[in-house]
Antibody
Framework: QVQLVESGGDVVQPGESLRLSCAAS????????MHWVRQAPGKGLEWVAF????????YVADSVKGRFTISRDNSKNMLYLQMNSLRTEDTAIYYC???????????WGHGTVVTVST | DVVMTQSPLSLPVTLGQPASISCRSS???????????LSWFQQRPGHSPRRLIY???KRDSGVPDRFSGSGSGTDFTLKISRVEAEDVGVYYC??????????FGGGTKVEIK
């Protein structure tokens, strides 16, 4: 089964930038839409962003609009999340998640931790 | 945005007893007569979420048959027929009918009494 491995999480200060990456283990990656979902410490799940399989459509949550950009490189089986102007409320575990038939997530990565703090 | 409301927030259950979690949406989740995009996820402590149920009642391969999903329109339920120790964790419902944004319920924490 395909595996998703996130990386790039770090401790940063408010206003700084960070780029998260998600590596897929199989080239079938190109056939699927992908999302980022985050989970603040001790909180529930929050959808962040989506990109279509070919990269032609992208959506981001209102809470990150204008600051976060989702992208992908199908030749490298990679998904990215560029996060600018980070705020303390962006502190969370960020999961890379595959989108499949039935309008549902099927495979989740293990997550990468982003901490925004002074 | 569709608001997903789960109850209860916390569910203490005796081993071997049934458990039931409710999920209500602020709009009908029926996308078409054949498709309602409501799914359930389990998150064990320290782990990523795992899909249990999709399209209301379709159970993922490898998910024990003690888990079942039901409902329609705006009211949905996840049932565990006999709770086992490995079922401890937080359960989330999610709607994929009216998006963006995708929205989740707030979660229900299942624990053993």
């Amino acid at each position: 089964q395909v595996q998703l491995v996130e990386s790039g999480g770090d401790v940063v200060q408010p206003g700084e930038s960070l780029r998260l990456s998600c590596a897929a283990s199989e080239s079938t990656f190109r056939n699927y839409g992908m999302h980022w979902v985050r989970q603040a410490p001790g909180k529930g799940l929050e959808w962040v962003a989506f990109i279509r399989d070919d990269g032609s459509f992208k959506y981001v949550a209102d809470s990150v609009k204008g600051r976060f950009t989702i992208s992908r490189d199908n030749s490298k089986n990679m998904l990215y999340l560029q996060m600018n102007s980070l705020r303390t409320e962006d502190t969370a575990i960020y999961y890379c998640v595959r989108w499949t038939v039935g309008n549902v997530f099927d495979i989740w990565g293990h997550g990468t931790v982003v901490t925004v703090s002074t | 945005d569709v608001v997903m409301t789960q109850s209860p927030l916390s569910l203490p259950v005796t081993l071997g007893q049934p458990a039931s979690i409710s999920c209500r949406s602020s709009q009908s989740l029926e996308h078409s007569p054949a498709n309602t995009y409501l799914s359930w996820f389990q998150q064990r402590p320290g782990h990523s979420p795992r899909r249990l149920i999709y399209e209301v009642s379709k159970r993922d391969s490898g998910v024990p048959d003690r888990f079942s999903g039901s409902g329609s329109g705006t009211d949905f339920t996840l049932k565990i027929s006999r709770v086992e120790a490995e079922d401890v964790g937080v359960y989330y419902c999610m709607q994929g009918t009216h998006w963006p944004p995708l929205t989740f319920g707030g979660g229900t924490k299942v624990e053993i009494k």
